[in-house]
């Protein structure tokens, strides 16, 4: 009884894994863009893999404000909660609160739902890098790098990237940092979140949203992070739409 157990387990997982050694989206972060990307992407057929360091996805969705844990939503993004299947409530005439651990979890269930594999514990710590593209991930147990252990990653390789790291934009700041090369900046760089201005970062984040080098899509606050705009705060919205914008995009490539 308990080999079976234990064999059930390692034989679905590394099915698991050994499927998704080539994908056609691989994304970087469980934040609320990152699924919402993943959940548009598989629903049109397209391969995708997800992968979050910590142990469980949803970023920084679940906490709310403050750990009271209820979000804001604007009108604009109200067709996405209700092709997740969210609850909300008006609070005026164009603004929405949510309990976001409902929020949260109806967003991994519906990517997973959909057809996302959804690798945790797993943190990225590079990219492969062919013929100036972007194709492919370098990934490693999450506690390999907290404990600083020196053991050599995998390779997961991909038709496109998504950064949907969130506030610290790393796989953008590590493609630009090791090969001598521009993003699709202003500056050519990684330019760095700016304070808080929520109505401004909102819109930005939808703008910001786009493919920052061959092969590399940006996605939610780290959108923002690359392209030097400013941060929001509590409200989800804009997070929402990067992530079906980002799906948007790759599709049309792929
Ligand atoms: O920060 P996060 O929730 O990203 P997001 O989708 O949403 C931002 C909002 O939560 C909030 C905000 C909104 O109003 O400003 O902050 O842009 O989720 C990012 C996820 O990426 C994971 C991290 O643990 C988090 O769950 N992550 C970051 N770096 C890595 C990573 C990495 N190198 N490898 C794997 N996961």
């Known amino acids: 009884?308990?080999?079976?157990?234990?064999?059930?387990?390692?034989?679905s997982y590394f099915r698991k894994l050994k499927e998704s050694l080539s994908v056609d989206?691989?994304?970087?972060g469980g934040g609320p863009s990152g699924l919402v990307a993943a959940y548009y992407l598989a629903k049109n057929g397209i391969k995708v893999s997800l992968y979050e360091r910590k142990l469980a996805p949803g970023g920084g969705m679940w906490g709310g404000a403050m750990m009271f844990n209820e979000i804001v939503v604007q009108q604009e993004a109200i067709h996405i909660l209700n092709e997740f299947g969210i609850d909300y409530k008006p609070y005026t005439d164009v603004y929405?609160?949510?309990?976001?651990?409902?929020?949260?979890?109806?967003?991994?269930?519906?990517?997973?739902?959909?057809?996302v594999k959804i690798f945790n514990c797993i943190s990225i710590e590079d990219v492969v890098f062919h013929n100036n593209k972007v194709c492919g991930l370098v990934i490693n147990w999450a506690p390999v790098h907290r404990e600083h252990l020196h053991v050599d990653p995998l390779v997961i390789m991909a038709k496109a990237v998504i950064d949907g790291t969130g506030h610290d934009c790393e796989v953008a700041r590590t493609v630009e940092?090791?090969?001598?090369?521009?993003?699709?900046?202003?500056?050519?760089?990684v330019m760095g979140e700016r304070s808080m201005s929520v109505e401004e970062a909102e819109r930005t984040t939808i703008e910001n949203t786009k493919?920052?080098?061959?092969?590399?899509?940006?996605?939610?606050?780290?959108?923002?992070?690359?392209?030097?705009?400013?941060r929001m705060g509590p409200i989800f919205g804009g997070m929402l739409l990067s992530g079906e914008k980002v799906a948007r995009l790759i599709a049309a490539q792929l």
């Open 177 to 189: 940092r090791k090969n001598n090369i521009r993003l699709n900046t202003e500056t050519g760089a």
């Open 211 to 230: 493919e920052i080098f061959p092969g590399l899509f940006v996605t939610g606050m780290a959108s923002n992070g690359v392209s030097g705009s400013y």
């Open 1 to 11: 009884m308990e080999q079976i157990v234990s064999a059930g387990i390692i034989d």
């Open 96 to 115: 929405y609160t949510i309990d976001s651990v409902h929020a949260t979890s109806a967003l991994i269930y519906h990517a997973t739902k959909a057809g």
């Open 25 to 28: 989206v691989a994304i970087v």
